[in-house]
């Protein structure tokens, strides 16, 4: 298994042990057997829509009501080469939507791109899709710092989906600000591989 599985794989565990931790100091509280439900697919979707709002808690930008982005890394690979990681968690097949990831300079222009289609990605059973993209920086770009832009869009009805609630992140000032969150910053050019990262605090070995 790929460290990236992995990590992805204990967050979902953390937040499941996590939810015990906060139900057990309620009095009453106790762990008793229940019974199966015989729709796999039911059982599955309560318990990540279960993660989801626990998780939601310290991080989360939901579109549409049926998309929520729950975490984000940004790593600089090298000084022209980003490294995107985002986790979502998808109530609806998400067929003809694309994400849109804008860097924005200090006028709020876009100087370049960070997009990519969801049509191919699978949610596993819990509902969750996990993406990673590197993005190229264009040449002509000046060194400096870029703002980062996220939301989702339909291309083939150039509709914007509409965001809901979020959490840990900016809303958008400009006319943007119905459809889209600022997720983070990024420094172009020389210097040391960077990573941030919304959603999980960054252990140590990250850094």
């Given at each position: 298994m790929?460290?990236?599985?992995?990590?992805?794989?204990?967050?979902?565990?953390?937040?499941?042990s996590?939810?015990?931790?906060?139900?057990?100091?309620?009095?009453?509280?106790?762990?008793?057997?229940?019974?199966?439900?015989?729709?796999?697919?039911?059982?599955?979707?309560?318990?990540?829509?279960?993660?989801?709002q626990?998780?939601?808690?310290?991080?989360?930008?939901?579109?549409?009501?049926?998309?929520?982005?729950l975490?984000?890394?940004?790593?600089?690979?090298t000084?022209?080469?980003?490294?995107?990681?985002?986790?979502?968690?998808?109530?609806?097949?998400?067929?003809?939507?694309?994400?849109?990831?804008?860097?924005?300079?200090a006028?709020?222009?876009?100087?370049?791109?960070?997009?990519?289609?969801?049509?191919?990605?699978?949610?596993?059973?819990?509902?969750?899709?996990?993406?990673?993209?590197?993005?190229?920086?264009?040449r002509?770009?000046?060194?400096?710092?870029?703002?980062?832009?996220?939301?989702?869009?339909?291309?083939?009805?150039?509709?914007?989906?509409?965001?809901?609630?979020?959490?840990g992140?900016?809303?958008?000032?400009?006319?943007?600000?119905n459809?889209?969150?600022?997720?983070?910053?990024?420094?172009?050019?020389?210097?040391?591989?960077?990573?941030?990262?919304?959603g999980?605090?960054?252990?140590?070995?990250?850094?």
């Amino acid at each position: 298994m790929s460290d990236r599985k992995s990590d992805e794989l204990a967050g979902v565990l953390d937040a499941l042990s996590d939810i015990q931790k906060q139900l057990s100091v309620h009095p009453g509280f106790q762990v008793v057997p229940v019974r199966m439900s015989p729709n796999p697919v039911l059982r599955t979707s309560r318990l990540g829509q279960m993660i989801k709002q626990f998780r939601f808690r310290k991080f989360g930008a939901e579109f549409d009501g049926t998309m929520t982005l729950l975490h984000f890394r940004l790593q600089r690979e090298t000084p022209r080469r980003l490294l995107l990681d985002l986790q979502w968690h998808i109530s609806q097949a998400c067929a003809g939507r694309s994400v849109f990831i804008h860097f924005l300079d200090a006028s709020d222009e876009i100087r370049f791109y960070g997009d990519y289609a969801l049509d191919g990605e699978s949610p596993d059973m819990l509902g969750f899709v996990y993406s990673q993209r590197r993005v190229e920086v264009p040449r002509d770009v000046p060194a400096g710092t870029y703002r980062v832009r996220l939301g989702v869009w339909r291309p083939a009805e150039n509709k914007l989906l509409a965001l809901g609630r979020f959490r840990g992140c900016i809303q958008e000032r400009t006319e943007w600000r119905n459809h889209s969150v600022i997720l983070d910053s990024v420094e172009i050019g020389e210097g040391r591989p960077v990573c941030s990262e919304l959603g999980r605090p960054i252990a140590a070995s990250d850094s």
